[in-house]
């Protein structure tokens, strides 16, 4: 599987085309473009690499990471997936926005396909195992890739830090709970690509993340 990066609004949200090279066949993780300028990135991107747009997921819902979800909905004909328990905060991203003073246009939303945990998407041959990892919000997940040795792990784990848990129905012992359980269990060479900031692996947030150990 093959990964890029772009960052997008004002958040710094690390918003992630995966792809299998065989058979082109791409995912978009957390479509975070805020304006014209992000938009048209990923867009030339996808056209380049001439990538087939298989999914849209989100690893949660809050307004940084979904700011784009309608756009891509609409352009590739591909439907929504997230976790059902945050389909509250899609329905409340008018309202999110509002609160964080974001001046963008948004129309509230939910998801279209329903995740749960252990679920297995595919692109080409290669699958994508869905975690579930909630505290930061209660549908958070992660996406492995076990083939390819890397996990997304949306706004659950970063780079000597954890997601925070002030927002509604955030939970700190759950979200060390998830990540305890279900990332740092994986292989330690695992890259971990996270919601926000630099990469890291399982093997390193063990030894060093101040939170979780």
């Not at 791409?26 to 690499?49: C, H, K, Q, W, Y």
């Amino acid at each position: 599987m093959k990964v890029s990066r772009f960052i997008v609004n004002p958040f710094g949200v690390n918003t992630y085309v995966i792809w299998e090279p065989d058979s082109h066949e791409a995912a978009i993780i957390d479509p975070g473009m805020t304006d014209i300028a992000e938009l048209n990135a990923v867009d030339s991107f996808i056209e380049r690499e001439h990538l087939s747009i298989r999914h849209l997921i989100n690893t949660h819902m809050h307004l940084d990471h979904i700011f784009g979800n309608l756009y891509i909905k609409d352009k590739y004909g591909i439907d929504i997936a997230a976790h059902q328990a945050d389909e509250f905060l899609g329905l409340t991203l008018s309202e999110q926005t509002r609160r964080f003073h974001i001046p963008v246009h948004v129309t509230d939303h939910g998801p279209d396909i329903l995740l749960k945990d252990n679920d297995r998407l595919y692109l080409g041959k290669e699958p994508i195992d869905i975690l579930c990892v909630p505290g930061h919000s209660p549908g958070s997940i992660a996406l492995y890739c076990p083939e390819s040795g890397f996990v997304i792990t949306g706004d659950a784990l970063f780079k000597g830090s954890i997601g925070r848990t002030d927002l509604p129905r955030g939970d700190y012992g759950q979200l060390i709970d998830s990540i305890q359980q279900r990332i740092l269990t994986l292989p330690h060479d695992t890259v971990i690509l996270p919601g926000h900031g630099p990469e890291t692996t399982v093997g390193k947030e063990i030894s060093s993340n101040p939170y979780i150990n």
